[in-house]
């Protein structure tokens, strides 16, 4: 499995943009990176994965390096409404084909969003 | 919109006594996880199946069992609750992941308290 590394916790000001870091240097070919958040009490949530190009959707922005060694997940405007502990994920397929698969996540990044 | 739902959100049960977590999606997906969740260790894998009576262990499978008769069903058991299994368990669910749009979906979670 790739092994996802990310700082424990970050702070943001409401209203400036959230750009949270996450390493996956033995990450293989074929891994997508997929982020989660997690608001407290409540089952994580999906925002946003990729494989090699930069996404973006209506939560937030993917960026991933060239040599796909890291990733940074961008929120262009924090609300505090976006303090939660976001997971970055390398997933991890059980077979050739991919369609199964162990998803393992570590600690996570604490994001805490202040007024 | 996706639902996977737990049976319980909140349980007490009692030293040795056997628990079943239930958890259901309405997705027809192939793949179901259980995770549990403790402070300062994050989401740790229990186990997961990508089929019908097919089952694989995951990080910290000990002590506990799981059961996959149906598609849309996947328990978890534990067969003599300890002290040390008072944590929040968290389901999910899955199509195969992989390429746009698929992800993983969480329940709610399930806080369990082993006294």
């Known amino acids: 499995d790739a092994k996802t590394t990310q700082p424990p916790s970050m702070d943001c000001a409401e209203g400036r943009a959230a750009n949270l870091p996450c390493n996956h240097s033995t990450i293989s070919g074929n891994e997508y990176v997929y982020w989660y958040r997690q608001i407290h009490s409540q089952g994580p949530q999906y925002i946003i994965h990729g494989l090699k190009n930069n996404e973006t959707n209506e939560m937030a922005s993917l960026i991933i390096t060239e040599d796909r060694k890291s990733s940074t997940l961008i929120l262009p405007h924090a609300t505090l409404r976006d303090t939660a502990v976001y997971y970055c994920i390398a997933y991890s397929p059980l077979n050739s084909g991919g369609s199964n698969y162990k998803l393992t996540f570590g600690k996570g990044t604490l994001l805490t969003v202040n007024p | 919109d996706v639902k996977v739902t737990q049976s319980s959100r909140y349980l007490v049960k009692r030293t040795g006594e056997k628990v079943f977590l239930e958890c259901v999606q309405d997705?027809?997906?192939?793949?179901m996880f259980w995770y549990r969740q403790d402070p300062g260790l994050g989401l740790r894998l229990i186990y997961f199946?990508?089929?019908?009576?097919?089952?694989e262990k995951g990080d910290i499978p000990e002590g506990y069992s799981v059961s996959r008769e149906k598609k849309e069903r996947f328990s978890l058991i534990l067969e003599s609750a300890s002290t040390n299994q008072t944590s929040m368990y968290l389901c999910?669910?899955?199509?195969?992941?992989?390429?746009?749009?698929?992800?993983?979906?969480f329940g709610e979670g399930s806080w369990l308290t082993v006294v």
């Open positions: 999910a669910s899955s199509p195969p992941l992989g390429g746009s749009g698929n992800t993983i979906y």
């Open positions: 997705m027809d997906h192939e793949n």
């Open positions: 199946s990508y089929d019908v009576k097919m089952k």
